[in-house]
């Protein structure tokens, strides 16, 4: 049996793109720290000896190619965060359509490559937005990685499976589910975002540990402005609150810790044996 490998990713996006920040924020778009979260990022990275997945939105693409250039040249995966951060259901078949097309332009003029990889923004692929997966396949798309597999209200279905399959039949594009641990019957998010910073470091590696003993894979994901204190406090609910400024803090310390423990890879490795690695 070969070893179990562990996949990492960022979502390249605004600080205020966040569903639950969207109407509230204020004369922030000059102060994004997109600058300071990535290079935090790469330092962290860098330091491990790590590459990574960085889903970019056609936003960030298009005020900061260099960025995306620098990371794409550095040997990291660049793919597809959509263009607006638009959940897709608001968007429609019709919009979606054409912000993966100029998703995959941008990409494409930035890294010389097409992408292979796509994520909804916010996990807006439930199962009423499964036609997203024939357009992603007709433009050259190989993997998903938009479905969260535990009812969180906004987003997420305990229904979805948890490992990875083909959404498709007639084709080999594959959707990798965010991986929650599983205990008895019941499924606990912890592998990103704002379950990774509330969670102690110690039982999100207790987790991975299980799941890799289990022949599971842990498919990580995380967002750059998670890693940076400075963004600014703007007003909304409770939910609000914790899932933008929760653990903030510590994340960086989190992650070393994480990284320390546990080899990662890019998505796309997926994709390849181990022998190629
Ligand atoms: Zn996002």
Redesign the pocket.
Known sequence: MGRVRNFISF?L?FWY?SEFIKDKKKASEENDLIVESVNRIKRILNAHNTKATFFVTGKIMEKYPNIIKDLSQNGHEIAS?GYS?TMLNELGRDDFEKEMELSREMIKKITGENPRGFRA??WSISKDEFWAYKILDNLGFKYSSSLFPVNMGLYGSSKFPVLPFKPLENSNLIEIPISPFEVANTRIPFSGGVYFRILPKKLISFFMKKMNERGKSVFLYLHPWEFCPEIPKVKTSLVGKITTYYGVKNNEKKLDYILSNFDFCPFKTIFLSDKNL
């Open positions: 979502d996006e793109d965060h951060h923004p916010s």
